[in-house]
């Protein structure tokens, strides 16, 4: 498993941001971040507009429409790009995404694991080893 080359693919699929965190060898741990574009952030404001009967922006608003709406748009595409990675690399990978806030809406965190396919990987476990 080249570790450089899924940080290129990732950045091939806009992905930049991509940070490696120490683990053991065997394992490719990173943590990456989503960033929405104009056109995605617009489009969570009109199906949140759309959707919610009360005042537009409000902790209601963001918490059951908007911010749901931007973490499904961020893990649909990753969904694809990680599979894609599986299927060009032959690699095993898991990822999570953190829920976004109202502070911090214009990305979305998600930290992943790859392996040779040989491998188990328990991303809850290592997580949990890296106390993330």
């Keep these: 498993m080249n570790k450089e080359d899924i940080i290129d ?3 091939e699929n806009g992905i930049e941001e991509v940070e490696e965190i120490d683990y053991k060898p065997e394992f490719f741990v990173f943590r990456f971040f989503y960033d929405f574009d104009d056109a995605q952030l617009s489009s969570a404001r009109s199906y949140s507009d759309d959707e919610y009967d009360g005042e537009s922006e409000d902790p209601v608003w963001y918490s059951e429409f908007f911010l749901p ?3 499904e748009l961020a893990l649909d595409d990753v969904s694809e790009i990680m599979e894609e990675i599986i299927d060009e690399f032959d690699i095993k990978v898991q990822y999570i995404n953190y829920e976004n806030d109202i502070d ?3 990305y979305c965190e998600f930290v992943a694991v790859a392996a040779d396919k040989d491998k188990n990987i ?3 476990t290592i997580l949990e080893e890296l106390e993330l």
């Design 9 to 11: 693919y990732l950045s």
């Design 69 to 71: 709406y931007l973490s």
């Design 104 to 106: 911090n809406y214009d």
């Design 122 to 124: 328990n991303i809850d």
